[in-house]
């Protein structure tokens, strides 16, 4: 944890926290002094001050027409830089082999109960690039989120029985996700998503659709995608309400949302 405390000489031989004493200036330049680059000194530590995500606008100028005529939009990848202050080279050096990391990681937000994957994108740069303070030595860490969206640190799977009349089903997302289904019966399966619907045939007992990764499977076989007719890559939970309908064989299903956020 990170405080900041102003202190002074006095004839007296202890320090008092008391707002008789504390003025308000004092208090209004601590706080003022807590904050740094985006990042807020507080009880629970560091937090980051918002990384929004940018987008890439997509067009083409057409010789005599004003503007220019737009296709479609891409979000870039989620950056972001975090300030750190540690006491040796010593420790900077331990930190960056500590950060050295093959593949993106879970990075969690301060009291959020949201997460992105992240990796450090200047861990060769560290070593190189600190300062030295009077404070100790200061560096900069630069995050990359390659998939820029952000998703639940706790994503259950919603257990939901056969109904012969449309289940409503909320997505707490902001932006459209991909789930992972799993369908519980015997037979010739048929799920459907807000109108879109795929069947998958001859499944023994149960079988997982995954729409983000385009796969139908069980645990002991790698794919049954070729039991699958309809596009699995529209079987998608929008922001919010979403409408599920469910053949009569179909025991049961158990959907982790995968919600997202932008």
């Not at 706080?31 to 990042?39: D, L, M, Q, R, V």
């Not at 980051?48 to 004003?66: Q, R």
Request: proline content about 3%.
């Amino acid at each position: 944890n990170l405080f900041f405390i102003e202190m002074k000489s006095s004839k007296g031989s202890s320090f008092s926290f008391s707002e008789k004493i504390i003025k308000k200036h004092q208090i209004d330049d601590l706080e003022k002094a807590s904050k740094f680059n985006g990042i807020i000194a507080g009880k629970n530590g560091v937090k980051l001050n918002g990384t929004f995500i940018t987008m890439e606008n997509k067009t083409e100028k057409i010789i005599g027409v004003d503007g220019e005529l737009f296709y479609s939009s891409n979000y870039n990848p989620r950056t972001w830089t975090i300030p750190v202050v540690l006491k040796t080279v010593e420790d900077l050096r331990n930190i960056s082999s500590w950060l050295m990391v093959k593949a993106p990681q879970d990075f969690y937000y301060d009291n959020e109960s949201i997460k992105c994957v992240a990796k450090v994108d200047n861990v060769g740069d560290i070593e190189s690039g600190y300062i030295e303070t009077k404070f100790g030595i200061l560096f900069e860490i630069k995050f990359i989120a390659y998939d820029p969206y952000l998703y639940s640190i706790i994503d259950t799977a919603h257990i939901i029985p056969y109904s012969s009349s449309p289940i409503s089903f909320f997505n707490d997302g902001n932006i459209e996700s991909y789930p992972l289904i799993k369908l519980n019966g015997t037979g010739n399966l048929s799920i459907g998503i807000n109108g879109n619907s795929i069947l998958v045939s001859s499944v023994n007992g149960y079988v997982y659709i995954d729409s983000k990764y385009y796969t139908c499977y069980k645990e002991t076989t790698d794919t049954l995608l070729d039991l699958i007719q309809g596009d699995i890559t529209k079987i998608k939970l929008k922001a919010e309400i979403n409408i599920i309908s469910l053949s009569s064989n179909i025991i049961s299903i158990e959907i982790t949302s995968r919600s997202r956020w932008v």
